[in-house]
């Protein structure tokens, strides 16, 4: 057998069945993706979280993960921030003609386990191969579905005023290690991403926390971002302490040395939960009792002053507007 991607592999002949049998369903089957018809069967109840996301991200393989784990993480964290429990997962992936089939392996294998982790199914997918140079290696469209749990549920534009904002840990990571990796830089301490399945975290604050008002991840654009996108929504202001983020040493010191703002750098297993103040401390002691909220903070203040602009107070008392950007810092993160 060939080692690498061939043409045939996407013509639904023999080539891609064997490609299907061999690789897919070895790592992704179940009994709903198993029966292999045109479509899947699958029964939730109630109100249903649907979210779809591509990964296109360069390089495929990065410290702390790769573009398999990251197209699982993304979509299952995306649906979590609706307070949902996601369930099932489509698949599709893009393969460029001589993709070798061993790191084509590597990734299913690595979606595999993420999807085990997360605890969800993979139910149905679609693989398709198209010519050199048409796509760069492989990239993966995943959509995830979810039983949304209690109403309302958090939304961005049900941020009030008083509400505490917290994040579970140090930002950067993500997006200075897809960068310094795909420019081959090294830095003394070297940068690991944080991608992560959020949604056990997620459930255990939803179950416990009765109305967390906003819940969303900073991944592309990062957390200034994020917190402008929920001002915008909510028409209120976002007051954010320097003083109290995280920013690990090492991402710290990568972003001054290529002049990167660590609050525009994305995240994969970070999340920003704005509640109401008095549950503030109940949060942070659930996301510290958990592997992906260790240094969990109280980060800053919703307010009413100037709707939808987010303020950072920084570490020497001054004040700074942190606006959104125009484009994209960095291509390609996720
Ligand atoms: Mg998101």
Known sequence: MTSRVLLDHGSGGKASQRL??????????????D?????????????????????????????GGDIGSLAIHG????????????????????????????CLEQIVLSMSRSAEKAGVKIVTGDTKVVPKGA??????NTTGLGIIGKRPFPQGHRAKEG???????????????????????????PVKSDSAPLNGLL???????????????????????????IADQ?????????????????????????????????????????LPEEWAHKALEIMRNHEFGRQAKLIGRIGVDNPGRVTLKT????????????GEQLPRIC
């Open 20 to 33: 299907i049998a061999d690789l897919f369903l070895k790592y992704f089957g179940n009994p709903v993706l």
């Open 35 to 63: 029966q292999l018809d045109d479509a899947a069967c699958i029964s939730m109840p109630g109100e249903v979280a649907v979210s779809t996301d591509t990964f296109t991200v360069d390089p495929l393989f990065f410290p």
């Open 75 to 102: 979509t299952v964290n995306d649906v979590a921030m609706l307070g949902a429990k996601p369930r099932y997962l489509t698949v599709a992936c893009i393969l460029e003609e001589g993709l070798s089939l061993e």
């Open 135 to 140: 796509v760069d290696k492989i990239f993966i």
């Open 163 to 189: 509400d505490a904002v917290l994040i579970n840990g140090p930002v950067g990571d993500h997006g200075l290690t897809v960068l310094t990796c795909r420019e081959g830089l090294s830095f003394e301490t």
């Open 203 to 229: 459930f255990q604050l939803i179950e416990d926390i009765p109305d967390i008002h906003v819940l969303r991840d900073p991944t592309r654009g990062g957390l200034a971002t994020t917190l402008n996108e």
């Open 234 to 274: 909510s028409q209120k202001s976002c007051l954010i302490n320097e003083d109290a983020l995280a920013i690990s040493p090492e991402v710290r010191e990568g972003c001054s040395l290529l002049g990167l703002d660590p609050l525009y750098l994305a995240n994969e297993g970070k999340f920003v939960s704005i």
């Open 315 to 326: 570490a020497i008392g001054g004040y700074r507007i942190l606006n959104m950007l125009e």
